[in-house]
Nanobody, 123 residues
Framework: QVQLVESGGGLVEAGGSLRLSCVAS????????MAWFRQAPGKERGFVAA??????RTYYADSVKGRFTISRDNTKMYLQMNSLKPEDTAVYYC??????????????????WGQGTQVTVSS
């Protein structure tokens, strides 16, 4: 099992930026897909962005395209969030699976999850 730990959340004003990090440890794998999801109060966990293990492909939800950038470096994954909006407020989770998948938008695809980090964007 892979252990994932997120960090970098916080409170920021609308239009500001944050950079989230996710560190993987334990039985890490040499292939697969990592992703960021988010969950706001009263809402289901939703897809934000994904990256393949060798970083050759990235995917984004329409709501964050052009504002967020996902990247990966060895056992770390990052989410650079710019031009933040109040609707980006949520708990952000990183997730991993040892397979390449076209179902990267579905939470059930991933078998390893972090504990989440809170992002709050004030208007």
């Amino acid at each position: 099992q892979v252990q994932l730990v997120e960090s970098g959340g916080g409170l920021v004003e609308a239009g500001g930026s944050l950079r989230l990090s996710c560190v993987a440890s334990g039985r890490t794998f040499s292939r697969g897909t990592m992703a960021w999801f988010r969950q706001a109060p009263g809402k289901e966990r939703g897809f934000v962005a994904a990256v393949t293990w060798n970083s050759d492909r990235t995917y984004y939800a329409d709501s964050v395209k052009g504002r967020f950038t996902i990247s990966r470096d060895n056992t770390k994954m990052y989410l650079q969030m710019n031009s933040l909006k109040p609707e980006d407020t949520a708990v952000y989770y990183c997730a991993a699976t040892p397979v390449y998948t076209s179902s990267y938008q579905l939470p059930k695809t991933f078998n390893s999850w972090g504990q989440g980090t809170q992002v709050t964007v004030s208007s």
